[in-house]
């Protein structure tokens, strides 16, 4: 079965730097999410991307957060200075109008 | 707008005894509504899901859920739990009608089966 996989599964950055997290969605899928779960919370929505644009954000999502599609196959957050409080997992999923498939996520621990 | 509230944040059965993971759920359109499970250091997989249609809905593992409009709720049952149903499982309810918004989770229910 197709499977949503995100890369790396454990990234460790210094505070303020620069963070790519990576996903590459199931092939025929249109729709492309991501999601973070801090430890101990609940899993909370961050951005939703059809048609090569943004279709909605939340409030978590701010201009410190980018997304992108660069190639039609991979599917980037971006955290331009990170903070403290970004350690989380952070998942992407997609879907064909369905619901919606998960990666194994990306442990994002900074220092 | 829309929220999940699941009840406990830990169920501990033993193995062969039922499984009830509860849910409730509130929205402002009709709502398609989601169990996940998630096992240790993997993502979320989707377990069932509820759209529109017969109100009880059979998913993965042996796992069903009842969908009833009147008491808001979506719990979660399997009739006999074995030891590779602990886990934890996040209900679910998108944003909106239809399978494209973000979903609206629960803050999840830690499945622990003894032996």
């Known amino acids: 079965e197709p499977e949503v996989t995100q890369t790396p599964s454990h990234q460790v950055t210094q505070m303020g730097q620069e963070v790519i997290l990576r996903c590459v969605p199931i092939s025929n899928h249109l729709y492309f999410y991501w999601y973070r779960q801090i430890l101990g919370q609940k899993v909370e929505f961050l951005v939703s991307f059809y048609n090569n644009e943004i279709s909605e954000k939340s409030e978590i999502f701010d201009d410190q957060f980018s997304v992108e599609r660069p190639d039609g196959s991979n599917f980037t957050l971006k955290i331009r200075s990170t903070k403290l409080e970004d350690s989380a997992m952070y998942f992407c999923?997609?879907?064909?109008?369905?619901?919606?498939?998960f990666g194994d996520g990306t442990r994002l621990s900074i220092l | 707008a829309q929220s999940v509230t699941q009840l406990g944040s830990h169920v501990s059965v033993s193995e062969g005894a039922l499984v009830l993971l509860r849910c409730n759920y509130s929205?402002?359109?009709?709502?398609?509504l989601f169990w996940y499970v998630q096992y240790p250091n993997q993502g979320l997989q989707l377990l069932l899901k509820y759209t529109t249609g017969a109100t009880l809905v059979k998913g993965i593992n042996g796992f069903e859920a009842e969908f009833k409009k009147s008491e808001t709720s979506f719990h979660l049952t399997k009739p006999s739990a074995h030891m590779s149903d602990a886990a934890e499982y996040f209900c679910a309810v998108s944003d909106r009608e239809g399978n494209t918004g973000k979903l609206i989770f629960g803050q999840g229910t830690t499945l622990q089966v003894k032996p």
């Open positions: 929205s402002s359109v009709p709502p398609y």
């Open positions: 999923a997609s879907s064909v109008g369905g619901p919606q498939h």
